[in-house]
Nanobody
Framework: QVQLVESGGGLVQPGGSLRLSCVASGSIFRSDTMGWYRQAPGLERELVASITRYGVTTYADSVKGRFTISRDNTKNTVYLQMNSLNPEDTAVYYC??????????????WGQGTQVTVSS
């Protein structure tokens, strides 16, 4: 089994910054693509950013130039640096990871979510 534990959410004023972290632990042979999704009240969950094991990144148009995703493969950890936050970024942010187990079985996991609120 694999657990994803997120941290770093909170309340921030418009224009501020936050850094989210997500650590994957458990039966992990290799972590492949990892990413961040978010879900605002009444809306569907959407991709914010993802990063492959080799560092190839993808961003939602709404966060390009403001958010930066990175990872540390040795720690099975993914980060999301969020700058110039605005109220539209308010949502629960979920970590997602594609994991290869030791028996070479692939699987996908979600974190429990961390609340990000942008408000004055």
């Amino acid at each position: 089994q694999v657990q994803l534990v997120e941290s770093g959410g909170g309340l921030v004023q418009p224009g501020g910054s936050l850094r989210l972290s997500c650590v994957a632990s458990g039966s992990i042979f290799r972590s492949d693509t990892m990413g961040w999704y978010r879900q605002a009240p009444g809306l569907e969950r959407e991709l914010v950013a993802s990063i492959t094991r080799y560092g190839v990144t993808t961003y939602a148009d709404s966060v390009k130039g403001r958010f930066t995703i990175s990872r540390d493969n040795t720690k099975n950890t993914v980060y999301l640096q969020m700058n110039s936050l605005n109220p539209e970024d308010t949502a629960v942010y979920y970590c997602h990871a594609d994991i290869l187990h030791y028996d070479f079985r692939p699987d996908a996991y979600w974190g429990q979510g961390t609340q990000v609120t942008v408000s004055s």
